[in-house]
């Protein structure tokens, strides 16, 4: 048998004072997906960086394909034969495809560059890949998935033997998921090793052999994916029993809370119209790029609409104004935190502060000491991890920048809270304290629009499922009723008729003559 | 846990609200180092320079520096956004010959053509803060441009002649002292009112909190609520009306309304504002830091004057001055990653691993 790809044992690794590996092990085998898989802060990212050049090693071994390895340098490590593809791949947008692939190596001689042979050469790379990109237009544009396949491509073409992806697929849709493994199952056979990062469990059990977990900077286990499920990965990965990821719990359910009728956005959503009630959770469910975070953006009013009206408690909310929808009641945390959900070169306390500012002021003055007085304590309820309110939200793991944003929007008592992927790449602890946390406000009467990718998180805590499909709503399926199957079957045909779905659009709008009248 | 959407009480964890010490948020900062490198200074010319300590050598270094004083209040907040005008020399040119024209050949009041030109710097400031925050090209662009628009219009308006027929009590206004042979001059006392109008406009109201957002992240500043086109446009106003009001007093001080008045103070009130630590990047800096950023350069003006230097001596150490800032900032952001990296692991680190590594491909 050939030679280990990647063998790293007994691992280490301290940052100053911070031990971010103790003992980290892990071996991939040839023409193997291994699954790496730990709670954020479990030292995942540090191992990563370590085989990529980034981080030397303080102790422990590392050889690659048989051979001792220690890489100061990214440039060492790549022409050692690793590949690295992030989450979200940074290229040179106003480069062409084929440029950005053999960028540094570009066919030709010194003064010249081939581009007839590049682009042969990058057409054969993706038609070895099954994939339709065109070698010669501008990166500009290309969807997340697809900018992945391009380092993809990179990688094979400088014949990488090892593959890491650090969780790819937390910004594809479905589809694109099921090309991105289509392609690592091809270069499995190929011989290659692949390590797959990812927070979604179904993936990894839907695509890989082995699976690793690691926890506070240490190596817990290794088994095949065969013979383990998920709740005995989840146990390792927490070092305790989780007893339900999604718990939600049923709430009673009251009035219509939001009425959103005949929303219309050209090229964007049309027609849409649904309710949310107290108490329930509504969740919005359908493929990346169908429309659903454009209809939220436009119900809150961070983007405009051309037709329709959002009315909630009975009252109109205006349109294109954040601050109208606020002061109606209504919060929105919207799926990228560092981008838009907070200020992340801001404090805790400002952060959190920062949409009931206004109110602490006293006689107009408003100081840090108000605000941290009003902070401190939803950051606590919240169990938010920092040393003090002062601290750059910059310096906080993903989970708790995204308690800080819901601190942030809890503060305004909201009626409506509406929140574009609740857990995206935030660990599995934080994520079941946002689902109980979520669970718990709905219980309270607060009316939840939940939108998520992630089909489990839908099923498991939403009270009903609408599913956007290219910008209209084509199914309302109520809990009891959704399966992965008819939301799935919902968010691919346009126009497809769901069987179990109970409301249908004509009785969601008799609803809403009723309370708007 | 129960009540989730009411406050909270105390109850549970408390956090303290600051990670360094009350000596070291004070003391550790950029603004405080220009403070300090101001005393420093002063203090070193006093004790060295003949002359320097009168009263005559202060007053003259307030009479020369209120202009700059004045528009780098507004500045300041324009530049923390991440925006910049550079129209405001030209502003001070524009109002300077309105004044003139309207008071001394259209025969208006001196209080009615003060009033216009303040007006006139509202709608100078409103067309660069439209075409800025609402049509949204780059301020940079914009401001070259009114820079030169604005200035066209004042030379244009009277040509290379002065106008210097101006009543004897306003212009004793703009050069009275505050008391007997004191070093203050009367004017000090807007600049003074103006800058805690200002204090209180950036640090100490919520308007403020959104301004330095908008610097940050204007696109979480939109979704927290701040209306961003509103503040921009609302900041080159007061841009524009300040750089005005300057205009009227830079008037009456030399008694003079010319086209050509305070041509290049622009980038005199930008780099007194930088060495004030503002960041040019926007979201950082401090009125304080600003004010001893403005005196720091004029006091060394003055000292280097008063010594018999060239002005362009003086020009090469104020210039050295502002690159060693920018340097020391760098290096100072530079040491506090490579602590936070330190102190962190590995956490802070993904984004910014990931980025580097995929451009250096």
Known sequence: ?517 | MSTLTQAPTTEGRTYPSYSRSLARRVLATREFAVIGLFVLVYVFSTATIDNFSSPLTLYYLFLDNIPILLIALPMAAVIVTGEIDLSVASIVGLSSCLVGLLHVDAGLSMGAAIGLALLAGVVAGAFNGFLVAYVGLPSLAVTIGTLALYRGIAEGLLGTQAKTDFPQGWKDLATAQLGNASPYPVVLLLVAVLAVLFAWMLHFSSFGRGIFEIGLNDEAAHFTGVNVARTKLTLFVLSGVVSALAGVYYTLRYGSARGDNATGMELQVIAAVLLGGVSIFGGRGALHGVLAGVLLIGVIRSAMTLEGLTVNVTNIVIGALLVASVISTSLLAWFATVRARRASGSRSGPTTAAGKRSLSN
């Open chain 1, 1 to 517: 048998m050939a030679a280990a790809t990647l063998v790293l044992e007994d691992v280490s690794k301290s940052f100053g004072a911070v031990r971010a590996l103790r003992s980290a092990s892990l071996t991939v085998q040839p023409g193997s997906i291994h699954a790496l898989v730990g709670e954020n802060g479990a030292g995942k990212s540090t191992l990563i960086k370590i085989v990529a050049g980034v981080h030397r090693r303080d102790g422990g071994v590392f050889e690659l394909n048989g051979e001792a390895a220690d890489f100061s340098s990214t440039a060492e490590s790549k022409a050692a034969g690793v590949a690295v593809i992030y989450q979200e791949p940074t290229l040179f947008p106003d480069l062409d495809v084929s440029e950005n692939i053999f960028m540094g190596r570009q066919p030709g001689s010194t003064l010249r560059i081939d581009k007839q042979r590049m682009y042969a050469e990058a057409a054969a790379l993706f038609e070895r890949l099954g994939v339709a990109i065109d070698p010669r237009r501008p990166a500009k544009g290309l969807s997340i998935a697809d900018q992945q396949i391009l380092e993809i491509a990179k990688a094979i073409s400088l014949d990488a033997s090892l593959l890491i992806m650090d969780e790819p697929t937390a910004a594809l849709s479905g589809v694109e998921v099921e090309r991105l493994f289509t392609v690592a199952r091809q270069l499995r056979d190929e011989g290659r090793g692949i390590v797959f990062i990812s927070h979604r469990f179904e993936e990894v059990f839907d695509l890989c052999d082995t699976v690793s977990v690691m926890r506070d900077g240490e190596y817990v286990s290794t088994e095949t994916i065969a013979e383990t499920s998920v709740e005995a990965i989840v146990a390792k990965m927490v070092g305790r029993e989780v007893a339900e990821l999604f718990p939600k719990t049923p709430a009673e359910i009251g009035d219509v809370v939001l009425d959103v009728q005949g929303l219309t956005s050209p090229g964007q959503f049309r027609d849409v119209t649904f309710q949310v009630r107290a108490g329930e959770i509504v969740g919005l469910a359908g493929l990346v790029g169908a429309g659903r975070s454009e209809i939220a953006r436009a119900v809150f009013g961070v983007d405009g609409y051309s037709a329709g009206r959002v009315s909630l408690n009975g009252a109109a909310v205006a349109k294109q104004n954040p601050r109208s929808a606020i002061s109606a009641g209504i919060a929105f945390i919207p799926e990228d935190r560092r981008k838009q959900g907070l200020v992340t070169e801001g404090s805790v306390a400002r952060n959190v502060a920062g949409v009931i500012r206004t109110g602490l002021s006293r006689l107009g003055v408003l100081t840090s000491r108000a605000e941290n007085r009003a902070a401190g304590p939803w950051a606590a309820k919240l169990e938010v991890k920092t040393s003090a309110l002062d601290m750059r939200a910059a310096t906080m793991s993903g989970g708790n920048q995204q308690k800080v944003v819901i601190a942030k929007w809890l503060v305004t008592q909201p009626k409506l809270l509406i929140i574009d992927e609740p857990t995206r790449g935030i660990d599995v602890g934080t994520k079941s304290e946002v689902h109980r946390l979520l669970s718990d406000l709905a219980g309270q009467g607060m009316a939840i629009l939940m939108i998520s990718s992630e089909l489990p998180e839908v099923l498991g805590m939403a009270d009903r499922v609408l599913v956007v499909c290219e910008g209209r709503i084509t199914a309302d399926i109520a809990r009891d009723e959704a399966t992965p199957e008819n939301v799935m079957h919902a968010a691919t045909h346009r126009d497809g008729h769901v069987a179990g779905a109970t409301h249908s659009a004509a009785a969601g709008s008799a609803d809403s003559q009723e309370v708007t009248a």
